[in-house]
């Protein structure tokens, strides 16, 4: 993987991204998995500055590697945050929910890459023109904020589409899936869930227990009328989610019910009223590990898995 472009891009060991889960992806799983050779990812989400350069400084105490900062594009900090960002010259900025292009010349001066979620070709190569270093085509598997195109279809269409590398995302949880988006145009990918059921993670023993707990079908899709579609596990939450809907409330209603929960979920263990926001490859995780022992899993796996394909080819 020496010669890999995104490895080289980002000087990292391995092709391999955390997602910038918002209250899971703390300074302890982002610099575990920068120390375990991926790129490790900060989830801003609507943290204010000030909280966020916390972050920033523990996870420069707790790795030397380079990591990122994912930031929400909506945030209501997000000016503030981005200045954060270039103060502390960190290496990665991912984003979503919007266009960078603003913040990129300032983010480019100090060396920052950026690289947006993109769950679109159009919105890729709309953010290509405005000068990003690569793109995460995150496909509808992944938990949180999805589109509506599966990752099968997203990843090679987008990878057809720039010139730029492209990082697949969302139903991604082990060699396999590692190779999968490779054959697809991806040079590397993000994985969440998968590092969200880790030892280093800081999310409450429940919201883990549930990603142990469930199967490919435990997650829905809430809010698509609301046009921030989010996939989650279905519990007491969505159900009074889905009753809202039918009886046609509101955006404003829907997003009361929804504030606060992903809080709640991931802090305070509540996983029946609160937002379990988690992919549909948690299917595929049966224990939690610590995030070397996943990241030696997947990446020793490879070889085998590129064996038996050409085999079978």
């Known amino acids: 993987m020496l010669n890999n472009k995104i490895c080289q891009l980002l000087n990292i060991k391995y092709p391999i991204l955390q997602g910038g889960m918002a209250w899971v992806a703390t300074a302890e799983l982002a610099a575990a998995v920068s120390n ?14 000030d909280a966020l350069k916390a972050e920033i400084v523990k996870a420069k105490n707790l790795t030397n590697k380079p990591f990122g900062v994912n930031i929400m594009l909506m945030s209501p900090f997000v000016k503030e945050v981005m200045q954060v960002v270039i103060e502390e010259r960190v290496a990665v900025v991912t984003t979503g929910a ?22 679109s070709v159009a919105l890729a190569k709309r953010l290509e023109r405005v000068g990003i270093d690569a793109i995460i085509a995150e496909g509808m598997e992944s938990g949180g904020h999805v589109g509506e195109v599966t990752t099968m279809a997203l990843v090679p269409l987008v990878a057809d589409a ?15 899936g590692v190779v999968a988006a490779l054959a697809l145009g991806a040079q590397g990918v993000q994985m969440g869930t998968v590092f969200a059921a880790s ?3 800081t999310a409450h023993p429940n919201y883990k227990a549930a990603i142990i707990k469930a199967k490919e079908r435990a997650t829905v899709v809430t809010g698509a009328i609301t046009g921030h579609p989010v996939r ?5 939450l969505t159900r009074d989610f889905a009753e809202l809907e039918k009886c046609g409330a509101s955006t404003a209603e829907l997003e009361r019910l929804g504030a606060g929960k992903l809080k709640a979920a991931v802090r305070d263990g509540d996983v029946d009223y609160g937002s379990v926001m988690i992919g549909q490859v948690a299917g595929m995780i049966t224990t ?21 394909l050409s085999q079978t080819i």
């Open 36 to 49: 375990a050779g991926g790129l490790g990812i900060i989830g801003a989400g609507h943290m204010p500055p």
């Open 98 to 119: 919007g266009n960078p292009g603003e913040y990129i010349p300032a983010l480019k001066a100090v060396g920052t890459k950026i690289i947006p979620v993109v769950a």
């Open 162 to 176: 720039v010139t730029v590398p492209v990082i697949a995302a969302g139903g991604i949880g082990d060699a396999r």
């Open 199 to 201: 030892t280093e993670c």
């Open 232 to 236: 989650v596990i279905a519990n007491k």
């Open 288 to 308: 939690i590990r610590p995030v070397n022992e996943i990241m030696q899993d997947i990446v020793q796996h490879i070889p085998e898995v590129m064996t038996e």
